[in-house]
């Protein structure tokens, strides 16, 4: 089993920064892959970006590439998403999500593990 929880969520203003956390616990092999997906109200989710946890790749959807950062500190468990320049439509609930294989997280979207969410406001 893994457990993941965010903290860092909040509002921001357009133009601005946050930073979510996502400490993980729980069997290690399970999470080889971690990532931050978003859901804004009456949209689908979708994945915003991933890491892979026993090196540096990366992996970022275009509506945040150049904006946001994702890393991994191993010895504190914790990923991290940097976001900057913050827009209106960064707005959403998002998810911290790990799973064994960068498929099942990123490419069919269907992560093993989720966190509770954390919710993200950015004001015009």
């Known amino acids: 089993q893994v457990q993941l929880v965010e903290s860092g969520g909040g509002s921001g203003q357009a133009g601005g920064s946050l930073r979510l956390s996502c400490k993980a616990s729980?069997?290690?092999?399970?999470?080889?892959?971690m990532g931050w997906f978003r859901q804004a109200p009456e949209k689908e989710r979708e994945g915003v970006a991933a890491i892979s946890t026993g090196g540096s790749n990366t992996t970022y959807a275009d509506s945040v590439k150049g904006r946001f950062t994702i890393s991994m500190d191993t010895a504190k468990n914790t990923v991290y998403l940097q976001m900057n320049s913050l827009k209106p439509e960064d707005t959403a609930m998002y998810y911290c999500?790990?799973?064994?294989?960068?498929?099942?997280?990123?490419?069919?979207?269907?992560?093993?593990?989720w966190g509770q969410g954390t919710q993200v406001t950015v004001s015009s």
């Open positions: 729980g069997y290690i092999y399970a999470r080889n892959y």
């Open positions: 999500a790990a799973d064994r294989t960068f498929y099942r997280l990123w490419d069919k979207r269907a992560p093993a593990y």
